[in-house]
């Protein structure tokens, strides 16, 4: 029971009548008829309320926190909270209906924007961090401390707790973008990390300001979960959380690339304002593509996965953890590029739930994290490897500049995608975005035939190359003929019908052709199709069997010495 969180309504009072009129409130399912479910209400009012009228109530509630789980609660061990979903939030009335869906385990909250005031009081001697400025504190008579703190143009609002935080404070600022004040609430035992969280983020501050437009809020504040606390990483407006790992192997940037994917959250989902139950994509996908982007800007290759053996990569999940140290970083470690890091929980889930599917919907959480996170991040790496990076960052700063503070809907960032760059993108849209559709270009065969002009003693070749479209969407793909003598070919196919020849006159022998060769097309499903080598170099595949052969080898020696 202690672990437990839930929120009580004890009272509503209709401030116009001075009446009290919780009687009126009746949960109600809308999602799955889940008749135990108490997430959603709706209160009937005993009078109607006129076009372009108001009401005003005063909700009296209380809140119980859980065990640290899923973005808010306490942590064991320690005096932290983390107090988040912690209120009665109004539904987002749209299109002449509530938009209120219930609670539900994969998705994020969607409410509507508003001003905030709020006190909070908590015991002298604990560090508070919240959304908003902080205006004020008042030193009570009974020991305790209020904290004051507003906040405009926000759609949630969080705060943490904690007598064992420590505070540091750092003033962001560079030409053109308005200044941020940065608050930092560092566990005692990360203290040594607080350069590492401060370069972090004033490089996402700095590139995201510059990219899509500045950071509005004036203040931020960085939260260091303690390891004992199952929160996950978590964003709210001017208010993120991270959780450090204890020990790092080399160029294992993954606290900075946390930061960096929370920090862009404040621009899609929380200034950029997506129904995260309907569209969860909208402000996942897009915000992985933004971060990942800036992460492979500044940091470069990092470590993704760890590798036993040198054989067999393997993600670093936290039951290869033990009190916080890697183990897996004792065998090795090799790292994969950002931008094919949900290559491979896509290819396992190519056809399973389409991107634009309601989140709750999803059939597993796998899959979930494919149409929310990986699908769309590939699906937008494709999109700017095919129109350029300009002309995709200009898209992405047109969508925030139109709807900051408004809550946007696929259709209207299809939109923005075609009027900005000029094309039509039904390819993308209904094909990669709406249905399970696939790309899979491949280079089926190479043939070639030696003429020689017996005038002029100059020998040619005649070259056929076989392109084959395996998958179902249609994408101009660039397509490459590298020659014996060094010599470079590049052409495009308009990879519209099934299969196509591309012939070539040559000088030299063909030694190998290609299908996108600038990797413009990351969504891919078969990357061991997209290149033919006439003379093919077996070495690679002798070294790898020999080396799984060797380990299998003296695995089997070692077992049969021990029995």
């Given at each position: 029971e202690e672990s437990r969180g839930w929120i009580r309504i004890l009272s509503i009072l209709d401030l116009q009548s001075n009446r009290e009129i919780s009687r009126g409130l009746r949960f109600v399912h809308p999602d799955d008829g889940n008749v135990?479910?108490?997430?959603?209400?709706?209160?009937?009012?005993?009078?109607?309320?006129?076009?372009?009228?108001?009401?005003?109530?005063?909700?009296?509630?209380?809140?119980?926190?859980?065990?640290?789980?899923?973005?808010?609660?306490?942590?064991?061990?320690?005096?932290?909270?983390?107090i988040a979903q912690w209120f009665p939030k109004i539904g987002v009335f749209q299109n002449g209906t509530w938009n209120c869906h219930q609670v539900h385990d994969l998705t994020e909250p969607f409410s509507d924007f508003g001003t905030y005031n709020v006190r909070v009081t908590v015991p002298t001697g604990f560090v508070v961090g919240a959304t908003g400025q902080a205006s004020g504190e008042e030193v009570n008579v009974d020991g305790t401390v209020t904290h004051i703190f507003n906040a405009n143009g926000i759609q949630d609002f969080a705060w943490v707790a904690s007598s064992a935080l420590i505070v540091k404070e750092h003033n962001f600022s560079y030409p053109g973008i308005p200044r941020v004040v940065v608050r930092l609430l560092l566990q005692p035992d990360h203290s040594t990390l607080g350069n590492?969280?401060?370069?972090?983020?004033?490089?996402?501050?700095?590139?995201?300001?510059?990219?899509?437009?500045?950071?509005?809020?004036?203040?931020?504040?960085?939260?260091?979960?303690?390891?004992?606390?199952?929160?996950?990483?978590?964003?709210y407006p001017a208010l993120i959380a991270a959780s450090a790992n204890d020990y790092s192997v080399k160029n294992d940037f993954s606290l900075e690339n946390v930061i960096i994917h929370q920090y862009g959250h404040q621009y899609w989902h929380e200034m950029v304002a997506n129904d995260g139950f309907e569209y969860p994509w909208l402000d996942e996908g897009i915000n992985s593509f933004c971060a990942d982007k800036l992460v492979r800007k500044i940091y470069g290759p990092f470590v993704s996965v760890y590798k036993i053996a040198d054989v067999y990569p393997v993600r670093l999940f936290p039951f290869l953890e033990f009190a916080g140290f890697p183990l897996a970083a004792l065998i090795g470690d090799v790292w994969i590029p950002q931008q094919y890091n949900g290559l491979s929980d896509y290819l396992e889930n190519v056809k399973t739930d389409a991107i634009s599917e309601w989140g709750f919907h999803a059939f597993v959480q796998k899959s979930y994290h494919v149409m929310a996170y990986d699908k769309p991040e590939l699906v937008l790496n494709t999109l700017e490897g095919l129109i350029g990076e300009k002309v995709m960052t200009r898209i992405l700063r047109n969508y925030f500049e139109i709807f900051q503070y408004k809550h946007p809907t696929p259709a209207e960032f299809e939109n923005v995608c075609e009027h900005v760059s000029g094309r039509r993108l039904v390819w993308l849209f209904n094909e990669l975005i709406e249905g399970t559709g696939t790309v899979d270009y491949a280079i089926s065969s190479i043939d070639y035939?030696?003429?020689?002009?017996?005038?002029?003693?100059?020998?040619?070749?005649?070259?056929?190359?076989?392109?084959?479209?395996?998958?179902?969407?249609?994408?101009?793909?660039?397509?490459?003929?590298?020659?014996?003598?060094?010599?470079?070919?590049?052409?495009?196919?308009?990879?519209?019908?099934?299969?196509?020849?591309?012939?070539?006159?040559?000088?030299?022998?063909?030694?190998?052709?290609?299908?996108?060769?600038?990797?413009?097309?990351?969504?891919?499903?078969?990357?061991?199709?997209?290149?033919?080598?006439?003379?093919?170099?077996?070495?690679?595949?002798?070294?790898w069997v020999n080396q799984i052969v060797s380990y299998v080898q003296n695995f089997l020696f070692t077992f049969l010495a021990l029995i």
């Open positions: 135990f479910d108490s997430t959603v209400a709706i209160l009937s009012l005993d009078r109607a309320v006129k076009s372009k009228d108001s009401i005003s109530f005063r909700i009296q509630f209380y809140a119980k926190l859980p065990r640290a789980i899923s973005r808010t609660g306490w942590a064991p061990g320690t005096q932290f909270y983390m590492r969280y401060f370069s972090a983020i004033d490089t996402a501050i700095k590139y995201f300001g510059i990219w899509y437009g500045p950071y509005p809020y004036g203040t931020i504040t960085l939260v260091d979960i303690p390891r004992t606390a199952s929160l996950g990483e978590a964003e035939f030696r003429e020689t002009d017996l005038s002029t003693n100059i020998t040619s070749y005649e070259v056929k190359v076989l392109v084959m479209k395996n998958g179902s969407v249609t994408i101009p793909i660039d397509v490459r003929l590298k020659l014996e003598d060094g010599s470079i070919i590049d052409t495009t196919w308009s990879g519209e019908k099934r299969w196509g020849v591309l012939k070539f006159v040559v000088h030299s022998v063909p030694k190998f052709a290609q299908v996108d060769p600038f990797n413009k097309i990351p969504i891919d499903i078969c990357y061991s199709n997209n290149s033919y080598v006439i003379n093919s170099d077996m070495r690679g595949i002798v070294y």
